[in-house]
């Protein structure tokens, strides 16, 4: 089961696919987290892509697709895993493609864009672990604390409003072009396409997409 979540950042992708991961025990593989810790790291890509990442643009499609690469040959990948922010460009959704990895399952979140802006303006995340918090929404048993840990929670230095509005023009430019690869793939019967209201709170989207799991695929 190889499944992708699609959908403007702030939409609730890293929140659901944890979900799904957790109930279908397939690996959650997010090229933002990735990146995250590259740069908390200060490792050599980490170095390369700090500026990039705090901007708001776009990682260059060869680094992603290598981090990708690397990713998906590891044995937890056997049985499926779910991409949570790849593919973001077009080139990047042709690398699947072309390296045989079949998309099986693509759905795409629809939040309008002022909750996009509370979304994000309110989130918080534990770096170590990539959980997620939100300080109204979803917060901390303790203001500030890891649930879990009890390690500080941070804000991603490109949840600043700048960097949101240049990522949410980033992704109208570069990712509308995957979603319509992928309804056209799914005109073709190549693969099922869903897109969903997840304006809702994270347990009605959790159940709208577990009812779009269990009758449509075999798991
Ligand atoms: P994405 O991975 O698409 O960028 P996140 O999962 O990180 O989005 O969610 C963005 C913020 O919105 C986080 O602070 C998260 O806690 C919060 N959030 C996620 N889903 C919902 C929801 N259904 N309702 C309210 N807040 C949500
Ligand atoms: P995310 O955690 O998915 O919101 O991603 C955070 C940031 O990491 C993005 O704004 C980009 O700078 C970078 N990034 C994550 N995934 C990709 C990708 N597939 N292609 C290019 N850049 C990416």
Redesign the pocket.
Known sequence: MRIV?L????????????FITEKYNIPKI?T?DILRESIYSKDGIGKKIQKIVQEGKLVPDRIVCNLIRKRIQKKDCGNGFLL??FPRTIEQAYYLETNKTNIDCAIE?I?PYQ??L???S????HMQSGR???????PPKTKDKDDITGEPLIIRKDDQIESVKKRLKEYKIMTYPVIKYYKNKKRLGKLKFFKID????????KKKIDIILKNNFIL
């Not at 959908?7 to 944890?18: C, E, I, L, V, W």
């Not at 309110?122 to 995340?125: D, L, P, S």
């Not at 997620?132 to 979803?138: A, G, S």
Request: charged share 20%; proline share 2%; aromatic share 10%.
């Open positions: 979540l959908g403007a950042p702030g939409t609730g992708k890293g929140t659901q696919g944890k997010s933002g949570d922010g979140f939040v909750l996009i509370e979304r994000i309110g989130r918080r995340i997620i918090y939100h300080i109204k929404f979803y997840a304006t809702d709170s994270s347990l009605i989207i």
